[in-house]
């Protein structure tokens, strides 16, 4: 069964900083470019960047460049997003899917930013 | 960036009737290699996102063929042809040809 499992989420304060995780399993991670989309409350889906199978290219949304980070291990199935320089405007549901269209998603991880 | 605009945004419809969202992109999603790459998602409430048609018109496993897609070049449509109460929820279409990614506003479906 494919299975993607975020976590790290929780409650910040402005300008502080979060790292993301996502467990992957059930599929060869290390053949599937991934990605981290977000949802604010009560909002629509936002894509926040994609990293390839091999971590050679590497997008950013413009509202995260220079603050977040995508990463990953192959060697442990995993996906991350190292957020700096938090502001509320990332209070969102994030959920991290693999694919170029992404075909597989997680239950999402909620980052609340907040003094 | 490409810019998606789906209509409506909110579709009352009644049970076993027809329904059709329309998903406009800014510039064409045929990439250079051929290929279109929009994605339809649907969303029901409390859950995550889950992917019912990819390439325009593909529907992926398990998704039952009252759904399809259909179109090329900017215009879209995502087509249930008999609704269930199982298809509440939030629709979005999505392209994977440009970056950024963008997705559409997402259109609600309900029963009347």
């Known amino acids: 069964e494919i299975q993607l499992v975020e976590s790290g989420g929780g409650l910040v304060k402005p300008g502080g900083s979060l790292r993301l995780s996502c467990a992957a399993s059930?599929?060869?991670?290390?053949?599937?470019?991934m990605n981290w989309v977000r949802q604010a409350p009560g909002k629509g889906l936002e894509w926040v960047s994609s990293i390839s199978s091999s971590s050679s290219t590497i997008y950013y949304a413009d509202s995260v460049k220079g603050r977040f980070t995508i990463s990953r291990d192959n060697a442990k199935n995993s996906l991350y997003l190292q957020m700096n320089s938090l502001r509320a405007e990332d209070t969102a549901v994030y959920y991290c899917?693999?694919?170029?269209?992404?075909?597989?998603w997680g239950q999402g991880t909620l980052v609340t930013v907040s003094s | 960036d490409v810019v998606m605009t789906q209509s409506p945004l909110s579709l009352p419809v009644t049970l076993g009737q027809p329904a059709s969202i329309s998903c406009r992109s800014s510039?064409?999603?045929?990439?250079?290699?051929?290929?279109?790459?929009l994605n339809w998602f649907q969303q029901r409430p409390g859950q995550s996102p889950r992917r019912l048609i990819y390439r325009a018109s593909n529907r992926d496993s398990g998704v039952p063929d009252r759904f399809s897609g259909s179109g090329s070049g900017t215009d879209f449509t995502l087509k249930i042809s008999r609704v269930e109460a199982e298809d509440v929820g939030v629709y979005y279409c999505?392209?994977?040809?440009?970056?950024?990614?963008?997705f559409g506003q997402g259109t609600k479906v309900e029963i009347k």
């Open positions: 059930g599929f060869t991670f290390s053949s599937y470019s």
């Open positions: 999505m392209q994977a040809t440009h970056w950024p990614r963008t």
């Open positions: 510039q064409s999603l045929v990439h250079s290699d051929g290929n279109t790459y």
């Open positions: 899917a693999a694919g170029g269209n992404p075909g597989y």
